[in-house]
C-alpha cells in the first residue's frame, strides 16, 4: 500500500470546503482531460514541435498502426521542469501495463508528472497499454515501439544515447496464484505466494534462508495495492520459514517432468502455513508504533488486570490483529469487515481464528462503530457467540452489530481501501473522513482513547484535506510517513491533555514493555518506526 513527491493542483481544489468536493472536483479533470476531443496528436501533427524541450509542456498522442507498426498506442509526452543537477536522460520511454492505466498516478496529470520527476528523464514518453495489447510480450512491445518513440526524442542534448524503456516493476521472482475468487462486493480477488527477487536486510537477518516465501491478498481493481502479505513458515518445521525445494519452475517442455514438478511445487505449498509473529507490511509496524501514545494508559489498564479493548474496521487478510493477538496480550479486538468472501479468505489461506480475545463481524464499518453500546447487553458471551448478531433482510446475510460491550473503545483502527482504483485517495474510503463519522469516533473512545487511520495518497491537497477535516474533530494529530512507502499513519488522541514529544523516548520504552515477541528485532522495528512520528500542527 506504496512514491513520494507532489506537483501542484489547480488552486481551486485548494479552495474545496470538504474531502468529497476535492475528489470529485479532480475525477471531473481527469475527465475533461481525457474526453477532449482536440487533445489527442499524432507525431506528423507535432512534427515542428518535437525537436526542442518545453519545461512544464504535456501532451497527447496516438503513435503506431496503418501499417507502420504491428500495434498503436495511446501515449502522452511530458516535457520535465528545468532542475539544477543534469538529468540522466534525455529522453525515456515509461511503460504502464493494463492493469495500471487507470490507477492515480499514471492516469492523472498530477501524478504523471510524478512519475517524470522520478524518471530523471529530460522528456519522457509514457505508453499506456490497453486490451488490444494483452497476448504480447513485453519484448514484443519494446521492439515495436522502438522506432516509434525515436522520433519523439528531442534533437537538443541528444548525443546518440539509447533511449531506455521504463515500467513499474514489483522485483518479484516468482509467482504463483493460490487461490482466485470474485466477489459482488469486492470484484475479482487474488491469493498469490511470491518469492522476491530482494528482501529487506531486516527480514532476512531475522529468518537467513536464500528464498523467502510471502503471501499476499491482491484486489484486482487496484492491483498495484497489495492489500496484506504475510511471511510462510514451514509446517513441518517451526523454525524453517522458506520452501527451498519445490519452488522453482522448470524451464524443460517434457510433460511428464512438468507434471513431476507440479506435483512437487504443490506438495511443498501445502507444508506452508502463515507465520504471525512477523510483520510482513511496513505500515503495520507503523500502525503499532502510534501505541506509544497511549502506552502510559495501556500500562495502568494492564496493572489492573482489565483488558484494552480495540476496534480494526478493515479486516483484510486478518495479519494486523493476529499479529497484536500474539504480541499483546491484554487486547481484546474487534475487527469488521463488510465483505463476507475476504473473512473466508483470511480464515482459508492466510490462517485467521477467533478466540475470546479476537472476534470478526461481517458488517459496515461507519455502522459497527456508531453502534458501540455502552451497555453490558453487547458484551461477548462466554461461549463466543455474540448477543448483538441479527440477519440482514436485504440478501440473507449474517450481520453484526458491536459487541465491544461495556465501557468505551480504547483504540480504534481504520484500515480499509477505497473501491475506485483511480481515486486520489486509495485509503481510506472517503466516508471515513466524513467529519461526521469523526465525530462518532471520538464519542465512542474512552478519555485516554487513540484513533489510528492508514492513509494512502500520492495528492499534498488530498492530504491536506484529511489533516483538516481530522482536526476539526481532534486537538492532537500525529503522523508517520513510511519512508519507502506512499502510506502515511495519522493518529489523533481524544484527550484535552496530551503527551510531550519530549516524552517520546520514554513511552517507547513502556512501549516496548509492553510487547511479547518471539524476534526482539521485530519489537526493536516498532520502536525505532516511534522516533518518526511527528506532531501535526
Known sequence: MLISGFYAMPSHLCKASGLHEALNNENQLREKYTSSSDILYSPEDLQGELTKLSPGR???????????????????????????????????????????????LFFSEEGQWMVVRSSKAARLIMVLLDTSHIKASMDEIQNDLSPLVKQLAPAENDNG?????????????????????????????????????????????IFPSRELVFRRLVFERAA??????????DENSPT?????????????????????????????????????????????????????????????????????KAVIIGLGAGLLPMFLHGCITFLEMEA????????????????????????????????????????AAGQIQENGTDSGYMESPSNGSSTSHASVGAGKVDIIIVDVDSSDPSSAMACPAPDFIDESFLETVKDKLSDQGLFIVNLVSRSQTIKDMVHLKMKKVFGHLFCLQLDEDVNEVHFALKSETCIEDSSFPEASIKLDKLFKFKHPEIGQNIINATKKIRRLK
Not at 70 to 84: C, G, K, S
Not at 224 to 233: C, D, F, P, T
Open 58 to 104: 504535456r501532451f497527447e498522442l496516438t503513435l503506431g498502426g496503418q501499417g507502420c507498426s504491428v500495434f498503436t498506442y495511446h501515449a502522452v509526452v511530458l516535457d520535465a521542469e528545468e532542475q539544477a543537477d543534469p538529468f540522466t536522460y534525455h529522453c525515456g520511454v515509461f511503460i504502464v501495463p493494463k492493469t495500471r492505466a487507470r490507477e492515480w
Open 161 to 205: 544515447a539509447q533511449i531506455p524503456f521504463m515500467m513499474a516493476s514489483e522485483g518479484i521472482k516468482e509467482r504463483n496464484v493460490v487461490h482466485h475468487v470474485s466477489s459482488s462486493l469486492t470484484g475479482s480477488i487474488v491469493v498469490e505466494d511470491v518469492i522476491y527477487e530482494n528482501v529487506d536486510d531486516e527480514v532476512s537477518s
Open 336 to 375: 469488521v469487515e463488510l465483505d463476507p468472501t475476504v473473512v473466508d479468505i483470511a480464515k482459508d489461506y492466510f490462517g485467521l481464528v477467533e478466540d475470546n480475545r479476537l472476534k470478526v463481524h461481517v458488517a459496515d464499518g461507519i455502522q459497527f462503530v456508531r453502534e458501540i453500546t455502552s451497555s
Open 240 to 308: 524453517k520459514l522458506v520452501s527451498e525445494t519445490g519452488r522453482k519452475k522448470t524451464s524443460s517442455s517434457s510433460k511428464s517432468r512438468k507434471s513431476g514438478s507440479q506435483r512437487q511445487s504443490s506438495e511443498a505449498r501445502k507444508q506452508l502455513a502463515v507465520y504471525h509473529g512477523y510483520a510482513a507490511s511496513s505500515y503495520h509496524t507503523g500502525i503499532i508504533s502510534g501505541f506509544m501514545l497511549i502506552s502510559s494508559y495501556m500500562e495502568s489498564v494492564t496493572s489492573s488486570g482489565k483488558m484494552v
Open 224 to 233: 498495484n495495492l497489495v492489500q496484506s502479505e504475510a511471511l510462510l513458515k
